[in-house]
Structure formats: structure tokens, C-alpha cells
């Protein structure tokens, strides 16, 4: 079978059917697979249909997304694509060499994508010693898989937030808790009451813009200016695919584009009918709030971020 259109949203779904599988690396695996399927017959005709392909899969349904944002596939669909044709149609000389140079590249992108949790969890467990109290928000992969690491060899306990509207901080600290890991956890109004016996701060993040700075689940950006005011460092744990070409100036710009806008119900809250109900699903927390990114590129300062970029997109 080809890889017509629809083709590519269908193998996301398949994708997605492993409930371990980031929606990145599903949206990578579903790309590769339309590299690998396409019916295409010119390298022209192939490259049109993969940038297609990658559109259709930032426009998905959200309802796709596990609660995330488009940036979550857009950032990773753009580097894959840079990734993968780089390599001119004129270094070929049979369209079937070239087809399978960018299979090949596919797949690698995929292998580093696969590793890059992984890498990450390794150097933000580093950071953590015995008697370190963590706070996180929310309940990102691979904030968990380095809290999880470092429980193999050291005593700490996490204070996680609860992560309204969807409550993500019940089930990071039913995994944390499950490990034997001690959890405590907060309401997200009582970041502040809660940081003054916090060493360090561990968040996830949806996209990291080129500033350095970070797009992740709402309530990111009071808790790093809460952090800021008490001098509590503020790490990032993020993989190099969630690196995007944005420059927001202000919430309202990150809004805009992401349209990540919740409904009333998502928030379990009762409007009068003369109120309104505005809340985001993610903010944007400048860098000047961050203190460093852990990343499978290394350990790196927010402004080291535009640096990473240019090679990525090089």
C-alpha cells in the first residue's frame, strides 16, 4: 500500500498504541513510514509528499495528542524532515538510492530520538543527592524516568503539584510512589507555601524556543518566578527533538499559536453566565528563569540554546 493522503495520521494512531511511545517518537515513526511506503517516483514528487505528510501530522486532532500541544509534533516533525533531506536529489543518480538514503537517515533520527530520554534521565539524575527535595509539575516522561534512575541509588523525596485541570500530578506521584519514592503532593496554589523547603526545581517541557527559553504545561511559568524569588535553581529535562523555531515575545503570542485554550468543563468549574473562562493548557517561562537544560545534546544554559538550534536546522 502507498502512502496516500491520510496515510501518515493512520500510522500515528498505530504508533500511539504503545502507551509507552512519546507522541514525538510515534509522529517520527509515522514520517519514516511514508518515506518508506510512498509510491512517489521522483525525488521531487517524494520530498513534496513528506513535507505534506509532516503537515497533515502537526494539524492532527488533538484528542491524538495525550493532553499535549501541537508544538509537541510540530518541532519534531520539522527537525526530521531538515534531518532527512539534507541530502540533494543530484547526489543520486537512481531514485531508489536516494529513496533509501532517507529511510536510512529515518531511521537513525528515530535511534537517537528512541536514546534520548534515556541520555537526558542520566544527567538530570546526576543532580540529584541524598536528602534532595524535588518538586515537578505535571507528570513528563522523562522528568520520571530521571527521578527513577536516581532513586536506584539515593534517598530523596518529590513534592509534586496537582496539575489541574487533568490532575497529571496524581499519576506522576502514583509511578514515584510506586517505587518506593516518598511523594508528597501539593495543590498547584501552593507553590509558593511549599518552596521554601524545595532544593531544586525538575520540569518537563513540550517545546524549548530558540531563546532558550521553555512552552510547557500551564502553571510552569509561576512556578519558575516563585523558584526565582526563593534562589531555587529550575532545571529542564527536555529531548533535542522538542527544540522549535519560535521566538515568543509574551503569553498572548504563545497562545495564538498553539490555540491551547481549555474548555470551562476541562476545568471542572461552574460559570455564572455572565462570566467568561479563559485558561491555556501551557504557558511560555522565559529563560531568565531557567537555570539549565538537561538534554541528549548535554547538559546546557538556556542561551546556549540558539547554538543547538543552527546545527539541528544546519
Do not use: W
Request: proline content about 4%; charged content about 25%; aromatic content about 6%.
Amino acid at each position: 500500500a502507498g502512502a496516500g493522503g491520510g496515510f501518515v495520521i493512520e500510522e500515528f494512531k498505530r504508533q500511539l498504541a504503545d502507551e509507552s511511545m512519546p507522541v514525538q517518537v510515534a509522529a517520527i515513526r509515522a514520517l519514516t513510514e511514508v518515506i518508506r511506503r510512498s509510491e512517489e517516483r521522483t525525488a521531487h514528487g517524494l520530498l513534496i509528499e513528506i513535507k505534506a505528510a509532516a503537515d497533515e501530522l502537526k494539524q492532527c486532532p488533538r484528542e491524538l495528542l495525550r493532553g499535549k500541544t501541537g508544538i509537541s509534533i510540530a518541532a519534531a516533525c520539522e527537525i526530521l524532515v531538515r534531518f532527512v533531506t539534507r541530502t540533494s536529489r543530484f547526489d543520486h543518480k537512481r531514485f531508489e538510492d536516494f529513496r533509501s538514503t532517507l529511510v536510512e537517515r529515518g531511521e537513525t533520527f528515530l535511534d537517537v530520538a528512541r536514546r534520548a530520554k534515556e541520555r537526558v534521565a542520566e544527567l538530570g539524575q546526576s543532580f540529584i543527592r541524598d536528602g534532595t527535595v524535588v518538586l515537578t509539575h505535571g507528570d513528563s516522561l522523562v522528568v520520571e524516568k530521571a527521578l527513577l534512575r536516581a532513586a536506584e541509588s539515593k534517598h530523596f523525596s518529590v513534592v509534586v503539584t496537582e496539575g489541574r485541570p487533568m490532575r497529571t500530578g496524581e499519576a506522576m506521584a502514583a509511578k514515584l510512589a510506586a517505587a518506593g519514592i516518598p511523594v508528597t503532593v501539593v495543590l498547584d496554589s501552593a507553590m509558593g507555601y511549599v518552596m521554601e523547603r524545595v532544593d531544586m526545581v525538575i520540569v518537563g517541557a513540550e517545546g524549548v524556543v530558540e531563546n532558550g527559553g521553555i512552552i510547557s504545561m500551564v502553571g510552569t511559568y509561576q512556578l519558575a518566578l516563585v523558584a526565582a524569588a526563593l534562589k531555587t535553581p529550575v532545571y529542564v529535562a527536555a529531548e533535542s527533538y522538542k527544540f522549535t523555531r519560535l521566538f515568543p515575545l509574551s503569553q498572548a503570542e504563545v497562545q495564538e499559536r498553539l490555540r491551547s485554550k481549555l474548555e470551562p468543563e476541562a476545568g471542572d468549574i461552574a460559570l455564572p453566565e455572565s462570566a467568561t473562562f479563559d485558561s491555556p493548557s501551557c504557558d511560555y517561562t522565559p529563560p531568565q528563569h531557567l537555570t539549565l537544560l538537561f538534554t541528549d545534546l548535554g547538559i546546557l544554559t538556556p542561551s546556549a540554546v540558539s547554538d543547538e538550534l543552527i546545527k539541528l536546522y544546519a
